[in-house]
Nanobody, 112 residues
């Protein structure tokens, strides 16, 4: 079965960095567009970034452009999100997604 397992969240000070990982299994990872979403209480999940199946094309939400980088390792079936220059408004639960499948999420808290 399809499994998506996020890790790497935590508490970081404003201006800091975190790298999220999403370990996948149960499908041919290299065949699918993958994406990262985030959600804060009371709000809908919002798209943060997506990456093409081969990794050659990426798209970002305007709010994270220039600070976040999505990448993938198709040999390892892994998806990543490098987050730099973090701001308090980046605080959210971050989810890995493949079509209708979602991971359980990992909490990112940006606070001094």
């Amino acid at each position: 079965q399809v499994q998506l397992v996020e890790s790497g969240g935590g508490l970081v000070q404003p201006g800091g960095s975190l790298r999220l990982s999403c370990a996948t299994s149960g499908f041919t990872f290299s065949s699918y567009v993958m994406s990262w979403y985030r959600q804060t209480p009371g709000k809908e999940r919002e798209l943060v970034a997506l990456i093409s199946s081969g990794g050659g094309s990426t798209n970002y939400a305007d709010s994270v452009k220039g600070r976040f980088t999505i990448s993938r390792d198709n040999a390892k079936n892994m998806l990543y999100l490098q987050m730099n220059s973090l701001k308090p408004e980046d605080t959210a639960v971050y989810y890995c997604r493949r079509q209708e499948y979602w991971g359980q999420g990992t909490q990112v808290t940006v606070s001094s």
